[in-house]
């Protein structure tokens, strides 16, 4: 039984007012939660279904993790999810965020991290993701998120999160990555998408979580 304040309520939930505090308790049904994570894959005449296309491999990321931390992976049909994740890979041993899209280093992560939550990380092909993931990093240590080259410390945290996961941090430079990371930290403290910009909450969460 889970219990959390919140002046917002949302949909799994009940609302208490106590009108002499104001103060708004409610609580989380798993249940409820459930059965909505549930239906998010199967609902294909919602809209929201649609113009999420392009990360539904993250989707299942989200959803795994939360089933997961409900403690209830086991109502899912992991069947159908690996075969799923499956499909968005590409032949650069990448993956897309849905089947065929292109490789992406967020999507890639997502991939890896439903294997894992499946306990089928032994089906991937650790080989060709880091010969991918390697060569999305430049010189100075940074990584393209992708073949189209944009660089941002969102994928120096992805790229070293993958490597940390398969348990091959040998299989990029690894001190170029962290020096790179370093170099974005800025004088307020936080970091920056790269060296000399401003610093950003979520850039500055993906900087420490590297290092």
């Not at 249940?31 to 392009?54: G, L, Q, R």
């Amino acid at each position: 039984h889970i219990r959390y304040t919140s002046r917002n309520t949302h949909i799994c939930c009940t609302t208490m007012a106590d009108s002499a505090t104001d103060e708004t308790h409610t609580t989380l049904y798993r249940e409820a939660h459930v059965s909505y994570i549930n239906s998010c894959n199967s609902n294909k005449e919602d809209f929201a279904y649609w113009v999420t296309e392009h990360l539904r491999i993250s989707g299942f990321y989200w959803g795994l993790s939360a089933l997961a931390l409900l403690g209830r992976l086991d109502d899912t049909d992991r069947t159908s999810i690996l075969e799923f994740a499956a499909s968005c890979r590409t032949a650069c041993g990448g993956y897309g965020g849905n089947r065929g899209h292109d490789a992406h280093l967020l999507y890639t992560l997502s991939a890896i991290q439903v294997y894992f939550l499946c306990e089928a990380e032994d089906r991937l092909d650790v080989d060709a993701i880091l010969t991918w993931v390697k060569s999305l990093q430049h010189e100075d240590g940074s990584f393209s998120g992708d073949e189209w080259g944009e660089i941002d410390t969102r994928f120096s945290y992805i790229a070293i999160s993958i490597v940390h996961l398969l348990k091959r941090p040998d299989a990029i430079n690894l001190q170029a990555a962290v020096d790179y990371v370093g170099r974005c930290q800025n004088f307020d403290g936080g970091f920056g998408v790269n060296p000399g910009s401003e610093s950003h909450a979520g850039q500055t969460f993906c900087c420490v979580g590297a290092l």
